[in-house]
């Protein structure tokens, strides 16, 4: 009787996990509305504090821990990091989506990326003047076109294809090949994935153990990127309590070991911004925070290298599992929700309804359901997903390119990348100048305050070779001595290299960067007495880094 009775209890019990057809359903996840816009909302804010935290230490320690004395303090105005790569690049993707949805090509994906208008570099950069030249995606990313392809690029701004694929791994790592597909190939494309895959599982899982593993299953196991995350779990079992000790591990093996740094932009430097170290000083700050925002921020940021990006995706992750609700007040009190992220659409308030859009058209798509219960309360119900990894490639073994190139009509769309007019702006700011090949990085034009000063004209070099030139031809008295006098300045991360001409010669050549931000410079035109001349004032490219030209004073002054 005793095994009538099971054995009735079990085909009861198999029989409810039967679809009408016969097969098994599929497993299902339910979250209700609310608590996914709350853990999501979390995540944007985790990366917010995590870079802004982080943000002054910034590459300054590499191949050693930052000393515990030197960490920044945190203040609550800090969460608000509008003007950060970490974040805003990511909103060009969101954009991208919320225009085109979730079935966005890759080629207008690569199009709205070309024609961002923010300074990039490494991966980023170079794939974006691979689109701008034409090279469509996916060779945009390739290692033939992209010797930066490794990096960690993607992988710092993947966070947001986890945050609207809750329990849907498959959809954060299909938008990895939309979006890390234009500037990042192997390994650095995979970071990004795992970054994904972690935040995807976040929104069920609070084992943070289980969320790093999760976020493994979304990469090929054997690649270099899964090698290292598997090392680094094997070494905080091995020392749960020493996270310096495991650093050391990694050092010996992913810093110093040139195995593991095959397609390195920095060889073997001190500097990495290769994806895989980056990558595991991320999970050491999951796996040793244990749970803990500060201490996940602490210990990634005192990793070194990448430190403000690998704090971002550790507390973005860290967050998201927590919820907004349960965050504490000193990161979210002062936070400015009206405040435009630079070069987005959005303020953080658009930023959650966008992602809140994406999430609703991703779960429809993506095999599931959204249901509302006798409460009038509304649940997304999420399928089960296994991850289906992308193809195994390797940057220093890499696969054939595509041959893939915008047509004439896609190359019109994009439009970032030439000169900019700025000849309202001089009319304005200096009548009688003239602006060629200005080029669109840092936004240029007529700031009416810039590094304290009212009223100053930014340009921008065209390209990494091509300068900026402010041109006026001149007549010079014969009589009195004539005296071009200049105010010059540059950004606090940047410098530039200023070149004063006269018909072709040159008559000032010195870098304008330093502490302080603003320079006057005076340069004697008495040797061109009663001539007309051309005055060309070179904004010249030095290390293409924030090489934008601030300019406070052009004056021809005879006295």
Known sequence: MKKAW???ITLGLCLSMLSPTGFAAPEKRRISVDEYKDKMKAGWIGQMVGVGWGGPTEFRWQGEIIPEDQMPAWEPTLVNQFGQDDIYVEMTFMRSLEL???DVDIRQAGIDFANSEYALWHANRYGRENLRKGIAPPDSSHPQFNAHADDIDYQIEADFSGLIAPGMPNVAIQLGEVFGRLMNYGDGLYGGQFVGGMYAEAFFETDIQKIVEAGLKCIPAQSQYAECIRDV???????PKDWQKSWAKIEEKYQDNPDYRKFSCSGTEPFNIDAKINGAYIVMGLLYGEGDIDQTILISTRCGQDSDCNPSNAAGILCTTLGFSNLPDRFTSALDESKHFSHTAYNFDLLIKVSEKLVRDAVLKFGGEIETDTDG????IIPVQEPQPSEFVQCWEPGPIANSRFTPEEMEKIAAGKAKDLTEAMQTFAPGWACKDCGEDMDPGMKDEALG???????HPLDEEKPCILTKKVEIPEDNKTTLHLTVGHHPEGDWQLIVKADGEALFN????GEEAWRDVAVDLSAFAGKTITLDLLNQPTGWRFEGGYWARIELRSE
């Open 510 to 513: 010195e870098s304008i960067g």
């Open 377 to 380: 309360k509304e649940w997304y």
């Open 233 to 239: 779990i094997q070494w905080y079992k091995e020392e």
């Open 453 to 459: 000063k009212q009223t100053v004209l930014l340009t």
């Open 6 to 8: 099971f054995c009735s």
């Open 100 to 102: 085109c949805g979730l």
